[in-house]
Nanobody
Framework: QVQLVESGGGLVQAGGSLRLSCAAS????????MGWFRQAPGKEREFVAS????????YYDDSVKGRFTISRDNAKNTVYLQMNILSPEDTAVYYC????????????????????????WGQGTQVTVSS
């Protein structure tokens, strides 16, 4: 079992920045690929970014590529999402998630974009971008 707690959300003007954090507890954090998803009112939860267990690989949705950066600090059991040049379209509840462990992924190349590949979820943090 992995417990995930997001923080860092809030209200920001368009063009501004926020950094989300996701603190993990429970099982060994460093073995899990991690991801960030978001859900706007009335919409499906969608993939934002993912990172492999050792940070060696990252992947972004096209809508955030070049603006958002995912990173992790395994010593602190934390994954981050740095969000720059925010727009009102980024308004959503942001969730971090811990993905399935691939015991053969020695190089740390596995990242996932599907919700089905994630087993543990945080409670979410609200990000609101005003125009």
């Amino acid at each position: 079992q992995v417990q995930l707690v997001e923080s860092g959300g809030g209200l920001v003007q368009a063009g501004g920045s926020l950094r989300l954090s996701c603190a993990a507890s429970g099982r060994t954090f460093s073995v899990y690929p991690m991801g960030w998803f978001r859900q706007a009112p009335g919409k499906e939860r969608e993939f934002v970014a993912s990172i492999s267990w050792n940070g060696g690989s990252t992947y972004y949705d096209d809508s955030v590529k070049g603006r958002f950066t995912i990173s992790r600090d395994n010593a602190k059991n934390t994954v981050y999402l740095q969000m720059n040049i925010l727009s009102p379209e980024d308004t959503a509840v942001y969730y971090c998630a811990a993905g399935r462990v691939d015991p053969w992924d020695y190089r740390g190349s596995a990242t996932y974009t599907s919700k089905d590949d994630y087993n543990y979820w945080g409670q979410g943090t609200q990000v609101t971008v005003s125009s």
